[in-house]
């Protein structure tokens, strides 16, 4: 069973992920055409606020970063979870939470909306102990899960190769879709985020 492409939307999943400050409805005086009201249009810059960027690349992961104005912008490691066939079928966003809580770090993944979500998401890294997780909500885009990681599934991602999230199709209730989450990079990328925080 396949499910429909996700492509990359790593700009959308951010902007779901992080606050993104409000575009701004002026238009550039220079820009329009006072005679017959005509706008010749305006230029934007790359550093546009709220617009998304990559960081740093550590392995398979990529820290994706919101443009804020006179603010440190907000990281989250990021990956493009790919089918037995390759096909990009989910993402997941993974940030480094405050010392002291019961989650170590926090997850946004995004599947699509054909998933059954009574299903759930299950979590397997190396073949170890599998872990199921409910869906919160779905949006225009796909399904999301927002999951907490505690400390020791932290340090498992560490040590560890691949980890797996199976999903069962809606329209295959009898099957699973396996997606492959490469641990290359991890410790990295999240020690980066953690020493930004």
Same mark, same amino acid.
């Given at each position: 069973?396949?499910?429909?492409?996700?492509?990359?939307?790593? #700009?959308?999943? #951010? +902007?779901l992920m992080l606050l993104a400050a409000p575009a701004s409805a002026q238009t550039d005086e220079a820009a329009e055409n006072p005679a017959l009201g005509l706008s010749t249009g305006e230029v934007l810059t790359p550093d546009a606020e709220g617009d998304?960027?990559?960081?740093a690349t550590h392995g398979d992961w990529e820290l994706v970063c919101v443009r804020v104005p006179d603010e440190a912008d907000p990281c989250q490691m990021y990956q493009l979870l790919r089918d037995a066939e390759g096909n990009a079928t989910a993402e997941i966003s993974i940030f480094p939470l405050p010392e002291g809580g019961e989650a170590a770090a926090g997850a946004t993944i995004l599947t699509p909306l054909e998933t059954l979500l009574t299903a759930q998401l299950v979590k397997q890294v190396d073949g170890g102990e599998a872990k199921r997780y409910p869906f919160t909500f779905c949006? +225009?885009?796909?399904?999301?899960?927002?999951?907490?990681?505690?400390? #020791?599934?932290?340090? +498992?991602f560490?040590?560890?190769?691949? #980890?797996?999230?199976?999903?069962?199709?809606?329209a295959a209730p009898d099957q699973r879709v396996d997606l492959n989450m490469s641990l290359m990079g991890f410790t990295a990328a999240f020690n980066e985020l953690s020493e930004a925080q």
């Open positions: 069973m396949q499910f429909s492409k996700l492509m990359p939307l790593s #700009a959308g999943l #951010a +902007a998304s960027y990559v960081g949006t +225009a885009i796909g399904c999301i899960a927002r999951v907490g990681f505690t400390g #020791a599934e932290v340090d +498992a560490r040590r560890g190769a691949n #980890a797996t999230w199976s999903l069962v199709p809606v």
